[in-house]
């Protein structure tokens, strides 16, 4: 999958990999003739924009850029939302906890418990690697020509 960030920063995708684009290009066609929808979810451009910088393609609209890319500079921020609802579910289903756990409950609690250290454990361990990928990504050097076809069109 591509995206597209236009120089007025609005974010598209298309299905195309790299592959397929350096193929159409091989072939002739100007990535001008790819078809691009707008993004449903929200992506924050800065997600698009420095790996584009950096690993992209030129566009007429602005720059491409494979999309697995896009996922590194993302992840850290979708694995903080998804810690936060998960604390947020934990602290809601500790507050329908009535009175104390019987005997024959107790081992389960204490293996639930452990579940959840562990899940918190390996997310932290998730974040950390999220984070180092996607400061690896922006140690990259930018591509200066894809810097001055960005720069050339007013950004």
């Known amino acids: 999958m591509l995206y597209l960030i236009t120089f007025d920063h609005v974010v598209f995708t298309s299905p195309l990999s790299v592959g397929e684009l350096l193929v159409k290009q091989e072939d002739g066609e100007a990535g001008e003739q790819l078809n691009f929808a707008r993004m449903q979810d929200p992506i924050h451009p800065d997600n698009v924009l420095q790996p584009a910088l950096r690993n992209g393609f030129k566009h007429a609209d602005g720059l491409m850029v494979d999309a697995s890319l896009v996922d590194i500079m993302s992840e850290p921020h979708l694995l903080e939302q998804a810690s936060a609802s998960q604390l947020n579910l934990e602290s809601q289903l500790e507050q329908l906890e009535t009175g104390p756990v019987s005997v024959q409950a107790a081992s389960f609690e204490r293996e639930q418990d452990q579940l959840a250290r562990d899940a918190r454990l390996d ?3 998730a974040l950390n690697w999220a984070n180092t990928a ?9 591509n200066t020509e894809l810097q001055k076809h960005w720069d050339a069109n007013g950004n």
């Open 123 to 125: 997310h932290n361990e």
């Open 134 to 142: 996607r400061r690896d990504l922006l140690a990259r050097p930018v």
